[in-house]
């Protein structure tokens, strides 16, 4: 008792220290408030929020007050992109003046996004199945199988009749029209998402059939090597210079047929990110966050033969859907048994129902001493938890297009991600699942967070402090970081010097 009161000592000093010009307003409030005094308290509830500490050179104090500027304008303009579901607002996006100069912004490193959704559709259809040996298969429940195979494919349960593509389209005389039509099945996009998404039961359904049906494009051994490429190409075309990848290594097959293990995955990736750097000197690499459910034993062995690459494990899939993280308690105390170090990086939070045991995987996670917290849209709910997670220095990977989409949240002004933000928690801005979004990069995500969460207090110090963030927080060894962080600079200084 007497060391749990000792604990509270400092924090407890902190808090007055904190509280004392907040007391002295309230005792002198029944005459008129001393504006220096509001001024102050302004200023320190300013300095608490993301990038509230950041000081700005004078070149980007000039940025800054342009980058105000343009804000306000958007923010008094109807509609209000952040107000609205992204795929209406997508367009509203691509014209604002802020999204622009996001695009061209160093933004450092994704840390949160899924391998099947890496690469925007519209390469998958446009250039993967107008590949020789593509068949493609309409199944019952309105959904598509792709598969490359150098003879007709067998029947098969949810396939009965494989056909060739490139006989179909010939038939067919309308590729424009039929392409568009593969793309809708490889992706959420609709022009009417209330309408065709009532639920999040019903856009969970959609969204786990778009990964089924690109599968077998993307597990096609040649071209998963394409595919890494292409998914870092984007990435650097939009300004980010690192990547963490969650993939479950699913295994990759030949045109004969012929599958190839995870470790075969793991090696290509390797390769394929080698080979990217050569060709781009400018970009620090990518890793693996390994995701296979409760698969904790074999995450151990494949992070000791590929240190360099796997990064560390995650648990993916619905959590409203699935098992609660403390299910697999067992499965996840392993690598603390065999005295191995396996870093977690735990989806925990996504989800809007409270007192839930999904909604515990919060506390789990920093149970289990998860490295960085997928999501977290539940943590401003779980006051114990916020306060642990950034006592630990736990970064939530926001999401924000990911959780709009999915039916967590419809105005993002109102994401509780606010309070975080507000509060300067530990923080970094991804994008899940890009391709099934209709983005790239991470500029849409970086746009609805800094004007629709963010609001008009959120400034260049808030976007300079989540880019930094993302490289602190990323799972490189210390020296990478270092020189991830001198890259980084070097860019931001280019950008502050071409906009100011």
């Known amino acids: 008792y007497c060391v749990l009161l000792m604990d509270m000592v400092t924090p407890i000093r902190r808090a007055l220290a904190t509280c004392v010009p907040l007391l002295w307003f309230v005792r002198v409030a029944d005459g008129m408030p001393d504006p220096a005094q509001r001024d102050l308290l302004t200023r320190q509830e300013t300095s608490r929020q993301t990038g509230g500490r950041v000081t700005l050179t004078a070149a980007e104090l000039k940025l800054d007050v342009q980058l105000r500027r343009l804000k306000e304008r958007e923010m008094s303009a109807a509609p209000f992109p952040p107000a609205v579901h992204f795929f209406n607002a997508k367009p509203l996006i691509q014209e604002s003046p802020v999204f622009k100069l996001l695009q061209e912004m160093p933004k450092g490193a994704a840390l949160h996004v899924h391998a099947s959704s890496l690469v925007g559709v519209d390469w998958l259809v446009k250039n993967v199945t107008y590949r020789p040996h593509c068949y493609v298969c309409f199944t019952w429940d309105n959904s598509v199988r792709f598969v490359f195979s150098d003879r007709r494919p067998f029947p098969r349960w949810d396939c009965v009749y494989w056909q060739l593509l490139e006989a179909l389209r010939a038939r067919l005389g309308d590729p424009t029209g039929f392409d568009d039509g593969l793309m809708q099945h490889l992706t959420l996009f609709t022009e009417d998402p209330d309408g065709e998404y009532p639920s999040q039961e019903v856009v969970w359904e959609k969204f786990e ?292």
């Not at 295994?251 to 293990?261: I, M, P, R």
């Not at 690459?309 to 067992?330: K, N, P, Q, S």
């Not at 989540?466 to 931001?492: E, T």
Request: with cysteine.
């Open 209 to 500: 059939r778009a990964f089924v049906a690109a599968a077998g494009l993307i597990t096609h051994a040649p071209v998963l090597r394409d595919y890494f490429y292409k998914g870092l190409e984007e990435l650097l075309h939009d300004n980010i210079l690192y990547l963490e990848l969650r993939s479950g290594l699913s295994k990759t097959y030949e045109l004969d047929g012929a599958v190839h293990d995870k470790v075969w995955t793991l090696k290509t990736f390797r390769e394929v990110t080698r080979t990217f750097r050569a060709d781009h000197p400018d970009f620090l690499g990518a890793r693996v966050i390994v995701s296979v459910k409760a698969a904790v034993k074999e995450a151990i062995q494949l992070q000791k033969d590929f240190p360099d690459v796997v990064a560390g494990f995650d648990m993916v899939g619905r959590e409203d859907g699935g098992r609660a993280l403390w299910y697999f308690r067992e499965a996840l105390s392993l690598p603390a048994d065999l005295g191995v170090t396996l870093p977690y990086f735990f989806h925990a939070g996504e989800t809007d129902d409270e007192g839930t045991d999904v909604d515990q995987n919060i506390l789990d996670a920093l149970l289990f001493n998860t490295t960085r917290i997928g999501h977290g849209f539940a943590l401003a709910h779980h006051p114990l938890a916020k306060e642990l997670s950034r006592k630990r220095n736990v970064a939530v990977e926001l999401c924000p297009i990911s959780n709009q989409v999915l039916r967590l949240v419809s105005d993002l002004r109102n994401h509780p991600a606010a309070v975080l933000m507000s509060e300067g928690h530990p923080m970094v801005i991804s994008s899940d699942d890009p391709s099934l979004f209709g983005t790239t990069g991470l500029s849409y995500d970086f746009y609805e967070a800094f004007v629709g969460i963010g609001g008009l207090r959120a400034n260049l110090g808030t976007l300079k402090e989540l880019a930094l963030n993302s490289i602190r927080y990323s799972s490189l060894p210390a020296h990478l970081k270092d020189a991830g962080l001198v890259m980084w600079q070097k860019k931001w200084d280019a950008f502050i010097f071409n906009n100011s």
